[in-house]
């Protein structure tokens, strides 16, 4: 990324965070094995992707067993989780957080 603006820098600090902080607190065990971390990253994006498309069906009330329930704010919120956590998971492989916001930019 050339010369990125102020907004960019602390989009791009705020992801080498939290990965670091994502990598900094699990066991030692999960620790030596780069492919289950590999694997825990991509699988943990396609669970909040289920997550969003169950606040979605709460919402707008697709199970009439189980009526409408939730809220717009339910659904964003899972939906910004699912967005994170996929912005995590690139974070994850790039290990370079100007790289993961130029692969969003892209």
Same mark, same amino acid.
């Given at each position: ?7 960019? $820098? $602390?989009?791009?600090?705020? #992801? ?9 607190? #699990? +066991?030692? &065990? ?5 492919? %289950?971390?590999?694997?825990?990253? #991509?699988?943990? %994006?396609?669970? *909040? #992707?289920? *997550?969003?498309? *169950?606040?979605?069906? %709460?919402?707008?009330?697709?199970? &009439? $067993?189980?009526?409408?329930?939730? +809220? &717009?704010?339910? /659904?964003?919120? *899972?939906?910004?989780?699912? =967005? /994170?956590?996929?912005?995590? %998971? ?8 100007? =790289?993961?916001?130029?692969? /969003? /930019? +892209?």
């Amino acid at each position: 990324m050339t010369a990125p603006d102020g907004r960019m $820098r $602390r989009l791009a600090d705020c #992801v080498a965070w939290m990965d670091d902080d994502l990598d900094e607190h #699990v +066991s030692q &065990p999960y620790k030596d094995q780069p492919l %289950a971390q590999d694997w825990a990253r #991509v699988a943990k %994006a396609a669970g *909040e #992707v289920g *997550e969003a498309i *169950e606040a979605l069906g %709460a919402y707008s009330g697709q199970n &009439p $067993r189980k009526g409408v329930h939730g +809220s &717009p704010d339910d /659904l964003l919120a *899972e939906l910004t989780d699912g =967005a /994170l956590t996929c912005v995590y %998971a690139i974070q994850h492989f790039t290990k370079d957080a100007e =790289a993961t916001i130029e692969i /969003l /930019l +892209s």
